[in-house]
């Protein structure tokens, strides 16, 4: 029998040889063991030490015995030390790369970039490349990554060549060269790298130093989703479900949303329950899509968690809870979500119960700033009318006014009518009914019932505006419909006396009613009149007194003067001279006419009050004033809790 070799030998012992190619013949047909028996007997031989320690790193299983050749980092860290040392640059590269992760070993970036290094001198491609990603961590080594980087990307390297392409679109510290990046992740891409066929996308889209081509950024979305890319899956069915670069196709976008939904983001478990939710690409299951929202919610989605709070909170297609909503809500406002700010700064604004959201204008103040500097446009708005009104903070009318024209400009329709009415009424601002008709046109196109009053009414005192009637009532109308009072009241007016209509009672008391209902004063005292002239309805003293009482309990001195009326005449009431002049002198203080007019009757008269020639004079002078009522304040409009 003949004699083995012994650790003397080396590359250039035939009969190593033999069986170190032996050895490696096995190898490649996956019969690891005998490979194994073959290659323990040629150490001498740099490779042997690298397959041998691939093998220990990587596990197998043998083709011809099926045993599983376990992974084993010590065995294998040897067998790379043993090649190392001899001079292998793989295993100077498989070195390196064990003591930049720590497997099998501690962890020790001064002797990985030391092997690294070796097999760099060697001209390793793979080493080139794992030492280009150590150096881009170290912003001083930049220049050296680069180096790296273009060492192997010019050998055709796949990762050098996304990471190169990478610095020369992100990198501020080397020259930005678009064109060259391009060509790289273009080389990567057909090698199927799944980042630079991302990155391809991108530039596809955004046009960036190419010609913009949608076409081209879907294709290589495509690819990247079709080849188990999470986020080109979500990007995929982003695409088809908003419909802005295709055409919409919700069954494109459930498709991809499903796919990328296996991985468990929250992100298409989002969209998903939208969907669902909405009826879009599907028939409508409310079951499903809040089962998806939980998940999401789950998984922390801020959108999801304000979601579900908004539908516990409205409580139609589940049973309202609104300690689970705020809890949801709060939750998504930690997350960074902006409506989660608006939401429970609402929340602490209108006062709800229990700790999470009391009633507390601090709270609703720094939440709304705080959706307000990330750009939501409702929280400027309610930010706005905090300085307006001086709630919790000092009033500051010019500051309510820069940030009543920041939210115009981003669209919000109640900072148009807000900022309207000011330049509408000239309180605070230069009157301009050019610039409030701009402004509540504006908002009116967004459905704004408020601005849709204000409008009414430039048509009906033709202020900037042709006086046209019957577009007044137009908007009034539209007004009225989405439950606007002072609309209401309005057209009410307009029915009563037949102004630009058929004067007609029924629509007149309809109207009133609605408006009076919801505490419109001017309505409450039209429908007192009603019942007491019997317009419509029955004479009815009773009814009369109710609504003209609730009237005055709001200060309108028509209402006032109506009810002291009653008392001075014995309708409804016993007769009552004393409390008649005291509604009286009221409705004449706060300048009602009538008031002003009767009170000087009956101190001139002596009528129920000892004659006083003085006072009646007064009076009568004072009815003889052509006094304007006070303006109101401006309408400042505040957000309704659906507000998108």
């Given at each position: 029998m003949a004699s083995s070799c012994d650790s003397r030998c080396d590359e250039h012992c035939e009969r190593c040889n033999v069986t170190y190619k032996t050895g490696v013949g096995l190898y490649e047909q996956k019969r690891y063991q005998r490979a194994i028996n073959h290659l323990k007997k040629t150490q001498n031989i740099p490779m042997s030490n690298y397959i041998m320690g691939i093998i220990n790193y990587k596990g197998c299983i043998d083709n011809e015995t099926k045993v599983i050749i376990e992974s084993n980092y010590e065995t294998a860290f040897k067998y790379f030390k043993n090649g190392a040392e001899q001079g292998e640059p793989k295993s100077q590269y498989m070195l390196g790369s064990m003591y930049y992760i720590g497997d099998g070993i501690k962890k020790n970036i001064k002797k990985s970039i030391k092997w690294l290094t070796r097999s760099v001198d060697q001209d390793n491609t793979d080493a080139q490349t794992k030492l280009g990603e150590i150096y881009l961590l170290d912003k001083d080594e930049i220049k050296l990554a680069y180096k790296m980087f273009k060492k192997a990307s010019e050998k055709q390297d796949t990762i050098a060549q996304y990471n190169l392409a990478t610095m020369y679109l992100t990198e501020s510290r080397i020259e930005n060269n678009y064109k060259e990046a391009f060509h790289l992740f273009k080389l990567a891409a057909n090698k199927e790298h799944i980042n630079s066929m991302v990155n391809l996308g991108i530039m596809y889209f955004k046009g960036i130093d190419i010609k913009q081509n949608f076409e081209e950024a879907i294709k290589w979305y495509s690819k990247a989703a079709e080849l188990n890319d999470r986020e080109s899956q979500f990007m995929m069915g982003n695409i088809y479900y908003n419909g802005s670069i295709v055409e919409l196709d919700y069954t494109q976008a459930l498709y991809w949303f499903e796919?990328?939904?296996?991985?468990?983001?929250?992100?298409?478990?989002?969209?998903?329950?939208?969907?669902?939710?909405?009826?879009?690409?599907?028939?409508?299951?409310?079951?499903?899509?809040?089962?998806?929202?939980?998940?999401?919610?789950?998984?922390?989605?801020?959108?999801?968690?304000?979601?579900?709070?908004?539908?516990?909170?409205?409580?139609?297609?589940?049973?309202?809870?609104?300690?689970?909503?705020i809890e949801y809500i709060k939750l998504g406002s930690i997350l960074g979500n902006i409506k989660s700010h608006y939401n429970l700064a609402s929340f602490h604004y209108r006062g709800c119960k229990g700790e999470n959201a009391a009633y507390n204008l601090k709270e609703a103040f720094r939440l709304y700033k705080l959706g307000a500097d990330k750009g939501d446009i409702n929280s400027l708005n309610n930010l706005a009318s905090f300085y307006y009104k001086g709630e919790h903070v000092e009033k500051n009318v010019d500051e309510a006014i820069r940030l009543y024209k920041i939210a115009v400009e981003k669209g919000n329709q109640h900072s148009q009518n807000s900022l309207g009415a000011m330049y509408y009424i000239g309180k605070y601002i230069e009157q301009d009914y050019k610039e409030a008709n701009r402004l509540f046109q504006l908002s009116a196109d967004q459905g704004n019932e408020n601005a849709m009053y204000y409008l009414g009414m430039m048509y009906m005192n033709g202020l900037d505006v042709v006086k046209n009637d019957a577009e007044a009532i137009r908007l009034f109308t539209l007004s009225a419909e989405k439950n606007n009072i002072h609309s209401q009241s309005m057209l009410g007016d307009f029915y009563l006396h037949g102004y630009g209509v058929i004067q007609n009672y029924e629509t007149a008391f309809k109207w009133f009613k609605r408006a009076a209902e919801q505490g419109n004063a001017d309505a409450q005292n039209n429908l007192g009149a009603m019942y007491y002239n019997g317009k419509y309805v029955s004479q009815n003293y009773t009814e009369s007194i109710k609504w003209y009482k609730?009237?005055?309990?709001?200060?309108?001195?028509?209402?006032?003067?109506?009810?002291?009326?009653?008392?001075?005449?014995?309708?409804?009431?016993?007769?009552?001279?004393?409390?008649?002049?005291?509604?009286?002198?009221?409705?004449?203080?706060?300048?009602?006419?009538?008031?002003?007019?009767?009170?000087?009757?009956?101190?001139?008269?002596?009528?129920?009050?000892e004659k006083d020639y003085e006072e009646g004079t007064k009076w009568f002078a004072r009815y003889n004033v052509n006094e304007e009522d006070d303006i109101l304040d401006a309408n400042v409009d505040e957000n309704e809790e659906d507000d998108e």
């Amino acid at each position: 029998m003949a004699s083995s070799c012994d650790s003397r030998c080396d590359e250039h012992c035939e009969r190593c040889n033999v069986t170190y190619k032996t050895g490696v013949g096995l190898y490649e047909q996956k019969r690891y063991q005998r490979a194994i028996n073959h290659l323990k007997k040629t150490q001498n031989i740099p490779m042997s030490n690298y397959i041998m320690g691939i093998i220990n790193y990587k596990g197998c299983i043998d083709n011809e015995t099926k045993v599983i050749i376990e992974s084993n980092y010590e065995t294998a860290f040897k067998y790379f030390k043993n090649g190392a040392e001899q001079g292998e640059p793989k295993s100077q590269y498989m070195l390196g790369s064990m003591y930049y992760i720590g497997d099998g070993i501690k962890k020790n970036i001064k002797k990985s970039i030391k092997w690294l290094t070796r097999s760099v001198d060697q001209d390793n491609t793979d080493a080139q490349t794992k030492l280009g990603e150590i150096y881009l961590l170290d912003k001083d080594e930049i220049k050296l990554a680069y180096k790296m980087f273009k060492k192997a990307s010019e050998k055709q390297d796949t990762i050098a060549q996304y990471n190169l392409a990478t610095m020369y679109l992100t990198e501020s510290r080397i020259e930005n060269n678009y064109k060259e990046a391009f060509h790289l992740f273009k080389l990567a891409a057909n090698k199927e790298h799944i980042n630079s066929m991302v990155n391809l996308g991108i530039m596809y889209f955004k046009g960036i130093d190419i010609k913009q081509n949608f076409e081209e950024a879907i294709k290589w979305y495509s690819k990247a989703a079709e080849l188990n890319d999470r986020e080109s899956q979500f990007m995929m069915g982003n695409i088809y479900y908003n419909g802005s670069i295709v055409e919409l196709d919700y069954t494109q976008a459930l498709y991809w949303f499903e796919l990328e939904s296996k991985h468990e983001d929250s992100k298409s478990l989002y969209k998903l329950a939208l969907m669902y939710l909405n009826g879009q690409g599907v028939e409508i299951n409310n079951i499903k899509g809040i089962d998806y929202l939980q998940q999401a919610s789950d998984k922390r989605d801020a959108n999801a968690l304000n979601d579900l709070g908004e539908i516990y909170l409205e409580g139609k297609i589940i049973e309202k809870d609104v300690d689970l909503s705020i809890e949801y809500i709060k939750l998504g406002s930690i997350l960074g979500n902006i409506k989660s700010h608006y939401n429970l700064a609402s929340f602490h604004y209108r006062g709800c119960k229990g700790e999470n959201a009391a009633y507390n204008l601090k709270e609703a103040f720094r939440l709304y700033k705080l959706g307000a500097d990330k750009g939501d446009i409702n929280s400027l708005n309610n930010l706005a009318s905090f300085y307006y009104k001086g709630e919790h903070v000092e009033k500051n009318v010019d500051e309510a006014i820069r940030l009543y024209k920041i939210a115009v400009e981003k669209g919000n329709q109640h900072s148009q009518n807000s900022l309207g009415a000011m330049y509408y009424i000239g309180k605070y601002i230069e009157q301009d009914y050019k610039e409030a008709n701009r402004l509540f046109q504006l908002s009116a196109d967004q459905g704004n019932e408020n601005a849709m009053y204000y409008l009414g009414m430039m048509y009906m005192n033709g202020l900037d505006v042709v006086k046209n009637d019957a577009e007044a009532i137009r908007l009034f109308t539209l007004s009225a419909e989405k439950n606007n009072i002072h609309s209401q009241s309005m057209l009410g007016d307009f029915y009563l006396h037949g102004y630009g209509v058929i004067q007609n009672y029924e629509t007149a008391f309809k109207w009133f009613k609605r408006a009076a209902e919801q505490g419109n004063a001017d309505a409450q005292n039209n429908l007192g009149a009603m019942y007491y002239n019997g317009k419509y309805v029955s004479q009815n003293y009773t009814e009369s007194i109710k609504w003209y009482k609730k009237a005055t309990e709001q200060k309108l001195p028509s209402a006032i003067y109506n009810l002291a009326t009653m008392y001075l005449n014995g309708e409804g009431f016993k007769l009552n001279i004393k409390k008649a002049l005291s509604l009286i002198i009221s409705a004449a203080e706060l300048n009602n006419k009538d008031a002003q007019f009767k009170l000087s009757e009956m101190y001139l008269n002596g009528e129920g009050i000892e004659k006083d020639y003085e006072e009646g004079t007064k009076w009568f002078a004072r009815y003889n004033v052509n006094e304007e009522d006070d303006i109101l304040d401006a309408n400042v409009d505040e957000n309704e809790e659906d507000d998108e």
